[in-house]
């Protein structure tokens, strides 16, 4: 059986866009930092990264579907933090963001990784943004470079 899959490997000509919130920075800044590491880390030079910057998380998917359908990017990573509070906002930001950004991704063709962290207290997000838990910026920036490679072999 032949096996197609992507690599952690950057190839010199791949473009990378992040698309974070400024809503929550504290959080998001480190999620940035830590895809910016691991891309840079991966072999992708500075000046094939980008960051867009928007208000807040519900705002990722217009944004993100504007640097697809413009072709700056390869791959996107759309890094944000929704935190639960007292009221229903929580549902609605965190569940249109994620529809919103992958229907971005399916519309346009371009792969987009998801880091957007929705959590439940301003803890968990500082796990999830370089403690505990990891950074889930540089994982979804792990998981653009794959995709991005996997994508360039299923067009050859």
């Not at 895809?35 to 807040?56: F, I, K, Q, S, T």
């Amino acid at each position: 059986m032949q096996v197609i899959e992507g690599q952690l490997v950057a190839l010199q000509d791949a473009r990378f866009a992040l698309v974070a919130a400024r809503f929550n920075d504290l959080i998001v800044d480190r999620l940035i930092g830590g895809a910016a590491d691991a891309l840079r880390r991966h072999g992708v030079p500075e000046e094939n990264m980008e960051l867009v910057r928007v208000p807040g998380s519900f705002e990722l998917p217009l944004a993100v579907q504007r640097v697809a359908d413009a072709g700056r990017a390869d791959a996107i990573v759309a890094l944000g933090t929704v935190i639960r509070g007292g009221t229903d906002h929580y549902e609605y930001v965190a569940s249109e963001c994620t529809k919103g950004v992958a229907q971005a991704m399916m519309a346009s063709g371009v792969p987009v990784a998801y880091g957007v962290l929705t959590v439940e207290t301003v803890e968990q997000a500082i796990e999830r943004a370089g403690t505990k838990a990891g950074n889930k910026g540089a994982e979804a920036a792990l998981s653009a470079l794959e995709m991005v490679d996997l994508m360039r072999q299923l067009e050859a």
